[in-house]
């Protein structure tokens, strides 16, 4: 790939990366760090059954202090701006010259395609899609469209499959095994891996009245947020290399969480609002460029500063599991694939049918 002609093709979009880098280091990027009061990470669980109470950095002030982090605080953005500013790559980033170009590359055609992408969305997003059709579509024209590492696979588990994108554009959606995790602690299967990255898809039907399992709501520590925050330390202990996001989208927002197993770190991000629920129905540049670089947070990702460790905002999970003697197996014995939540052998019929002859239902256990 020639650098000359992908700093051509970036340098369109100039402006509006310039700005957007600006506002992921301002209060609309908000990271908050995130502390575990109480959660059964010590059980053997599916996620569908994880919960996991945790409260965030914004939410407790009663030291006086307020931790908070920005998004660009987490991914080294001057990479990207200097990119543009000059055309070259960092020094200590030649290694990965190649990912780094195709990530850039990328970007650029994301921003060429951008009014279509975002027409395609918000067509989509009003419709009351299932979710797997849902899925399909934003990992087909947004996530998939963003990342360096094309593989995607959904998950095998619990959808009624679709074979290609409902929107008409002829791509195929591959299934397989999506599970992580061990069974003797959290485990379960993701609706979306993307090359090293895991997706968590939550798609509200249009008719729901009830509020979205997104809101940034204080009180509203609900069963999906439990599940998103077990998805995240599990897939970070199975990647054992740093902060590692996990990305949970829903109709119309996305946030992302990161975990770092070796500092028990934990944050979550803002809401990044989709096409849909912005006043202009696009895709907010901030919103792609976040989702951009933690797509590619192994290329942009900062790790931890040591500023964070000395803000003492630690996510508590490691003295949790330490106690409870569960420890190794999230250090060691994490692992991709291999524990779907299986569905046990189902009673023979005449088990289901009660005296009166009537049918009993189908009991699912839980694993
Ligand atoms: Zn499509």
Known sequence: MDIKSVHT???KHKDAIRNTVESLNEFSSLVCFLRIISCNGDSPCNFSDAWCVAERSVDVDSTGRNPIVYFADLFDVTILTQFLDTGTLPEHKKQSSTAL???FDRLAKFLDNYEETSKILQKYSEKNLREVEWAGIFGTHIAKQLAVVQDMRMSDTGYEKV???ICGCGNDLEYGDTSMGNKQVWHGSIDIFLGHVAIDVAWQATDSS????FELDTDNLDKYRHQLIAETIVFSCTRSK???PTIAVSREKLKVFLYDHESDLLFESKEFPLASFTKEKELPYQTILALWLAINYSLFGSGISPVYKQAGYFANFKPFITEK???EIYVKEMHLFGCKKVLTM???LSA??????QKGFWHVPRS
Do not use: E
């Not at 009830?210 to 399992?213: H, N, R, V």
């Not at 289901?352 to 002859?357: I, P, Y």
């Open 163 to 165: 074979s290609v994108c």
């Open 352 to 357: 289901t049918v009660d005296k009166k002859g």
């Open 325 to 327: 003697k569960k420890c």
């Open 346 to 348: 189902l009673p023979p």
């Open 242 to 244: 740093g902060l590692v």
């Open 9 to 11: 093709q970036l340098n």
């Open 210 to 213: 009830s509020t979205s399992a």
């Open 101 to 103: 170009l195709k990530s």
